[in-house]
């Protein structure tokens, strides 16, 4: 009897966390290259008991062994605006923070360019690629840098797109045309182990067990291609949440009524002792 009691208090427990997991993932709905998350369950322990024919064993309950993300790729959607990237396949954008420079990964292509030219995310991290052919990662900056010798010496940028390879094309005021940078990808062979840092960033980059070397060009070995002028949106669907989220009600109610149900028991059982 006190055992169904505190199976149902840990299948209280768990079925409140994955309620935590559906709300957060209803909360992100509209989330640029959010990951819907979801809750395994796992039976404790079991206690063993033995009696003339052999052991018996009685479960002591459940909890979450593990909270993990769906990493299928979302809906792509269009923007218009060139700056914003979508990955086509496999892969993560390289960022980091101009201040620590720590990196982290993203699949939230909403990019912009700032007031120094850098293409940055939504939230001033830098997105991080080749500049003019260099095989050292660095801060993508969009100017005339590295512009052939031919190009006037006060020329500026006067447009740029971003092919399904990740090169940035510049168009310089005075009509020339040079490859100025090219975004670069990565992607890992346990996207699970990779941390949430908010604001669509990523973390444990090294547990996660990088495929490639070093960020490659989109396109290349197993890594999608870029859309420009499109954004991958929230992976999370709707029906399957609010789904989940009934199911996840309906055992939260149960456990509650296994625990009401044990506390009568032990309450009629002090009765009859007095």
């Given amino acids: 009897m006190l055992n169904s009691l505190s199976s149902a208090v840990t299948g209280l427990d768990s ?15 509209n989330t640029d290259g959010f990951k819907a998350g979801m809750v395994n369950f796992a039976d404790t322990f079991s206690d063993t008991l033995v009696n003339g024919t052999g052991a018996v064993q009685v479960g002591t309950g459940v909890y979450d062994q593990a909270i993990t993300n769906n990493w299928n790729q979302g809906a792509v959607n269009a923007t218009g605006i060139s700056t914003d990237l979508a990955i086509s396949g496999n892969g993560f954008f390289v960022v980091q923070d101009p201040t620590t420079s720590n990196q982290y990964v993203t699949q939230d292509g909403s990019f912009s360019i700032n007031a120094g030219g850098y293409l940055v995310t939504a939230g001033g991290q830098q ?15 969009i100017n005339a840098a590295g512009a052939p010798s031919t190009a006037a010496p006060d020329a500026t940028v006067s447009s740029f797109n971003i092919n399904a390879q990740g090169q940035i094309n510049v168009t310089l005021s005075d009509g020339t045309v040079f490859t100025r940078a090219q975004v670069m990808l990565q992607d890992f ?11 669509n960033l990523y973390s444990n980059q090294a547990n996660a067990g990088p495929i490639q070397t070093a960020p490659s060009a989109p396109g290349s070995g197993e890594l999608g291609q870029i859309q420009s002028g499109y954004v991958e949106i929230s992976n999370v669907d ?12 309906r055992g939260f ?17 002090v009765n009859m002792v007095h």
């Fill in 253 to 269: 109610e149960a456990n509650s009524k296994v625990v009401t149900t044990s506390d009568q028991l032990l309450q009629t059982l």
């Fill in 189 to 199: 062979q346990d996207p699970q182990a990779l941390l949430s840092q908010g604001g």
């Fill in 127 to 141: 997105v991080l690629g080749s500049n003019n052919g260099s095989s050292t990662l660095g801060p993508i900056q």
């Fill in 15 to 29: 079925f409140q966390q994955d309620m935590d997991v559906i709300g957060n993932n209803i909360a992100n709905i």
């Fill in 238 to 249: 709707l029906s399957t949440e609010m789904a989940n989220l009934i199911t996840a009600q």
